[in-house]
């Protein structure tokens, strides 16, 4: 399925965010998840359905200086 991942059509084969998380071998510490302008809390990742076109942004903590 093609879902806009950050602003950019994205196939994958992922039907949670968890599972998308992992595809893209995202590390959950220090990152958070929005579905359809809606923050995903960790704890819902695991549930949280993915659909043809939904909207994901995936921000993660980045250290340095």
Avoid: F, H
């Avoid at 806009?4 to 059509?9: C, D, E, H, R, S």
């Avoid at 994205?10 to 220090?30: F, N, W």
Wanted: hydrophobic share 40%; net charge negative; no cysteine.
């Amino acid at each position: 399925m093609i879902l806009i991942l950050n602003g950019q059509p994205y196939d994958t084969a992922a039907d949670t965010v968890a599972q998308l998380l992992k595809e893209k071998d995202i590390a959950p510490e220090g990152t958070a998840v929005a579905v359809t302008e809606q923050v995903i809390p960790r704890s819902q990742w695991e549930t949280t359905p993915l659909n043809e076109g939904t909207a994901v942004e995936i921000l993660t903590a980045v250290q340095g200086g």
